[in-house]
């Protein structure tokens, strides 16, 4: 464990991760298969992004536990970490804005943000993604083949049964290999 400085960023669109935070802790990072720009705040490109990632990490503040994947980029000694406005709005923090106490009292954080959770592989639906004409597919999950994989299925994903078995995975894979060809 090592205590950081993070910042609560409700303009950032990415969580992102001091580069020498990633060397003096010896972080390990991967190459992106294609670089990609970011921009600053005020809409110039920031040299040195868009090239490494980490792998999810685990964060703690107190009790409050949660796991986040950083775009490794050159920003100043400062801040090790900034966390984007989306993990805000999931974890939204009591205090931040009036006092320097800051708590995640939210009765989801209580119920989901334990140590033990965190180990859980989950699933977030995000309607802004799932209704972007420019996001695209980046993986697949596959069907279980248990006798019932129905009880592995939380309760709230279960309405997207119909997208989670085999004639579905051989319709998207199809779907793709015609995008990969007309792109």
Request: proline share 5%; net charge positive; charged share 20%.
């Amino acid at each position: 464990m090592h205590p950081i400085r993070v910042l609560l960023d409700t303009g950032c669109s990415v969580a992102l991760i001091n580069e020498q935070t990633i060397g003096k802790l010896h972080i390990e990072k991967r190459e992106h298969k294609q670089a990609h720009s970011m921009e600053s705040y005020t809409g110039e490109t920031v040299p040195g992004t868009g090239q490494f990632y980490t792998r999810p990490m685990l964060l703690q503040h107190r009790k409050h536990y949660s796991m986040e994947r950083f775009e490794v980029s050159p920003m100043g000694l400062e801040i090790a970490v900034f966390l984007r406005f989306q993990w805000i709005t999931t974890h939204p923090p009591q205090g931040a804005w009036t006092n320097l106490e800051v708590r995640f009292n939210s009765t989801r954080c209580l119920a989901n943000c334990t140590q033990f959770e965190t180990g859980k592989f989950s699933l977030t639906w995000v309607k802004a993604v799932a209704t972007d004409p420019t996001a695209c597919i980046i993986g697949y999950v596959s069907a279980a083949s248990e006798a019932d994989p129905l009880e592995r299925v939380p309760t709230e994903f279960r309405q997207y049964l119909g997208i989670m078995g085999k004639k579905a995975a051989d319709i998207s894979k199809k779907f793709n290999s015609y995008r990969s060809y007309w792109s």
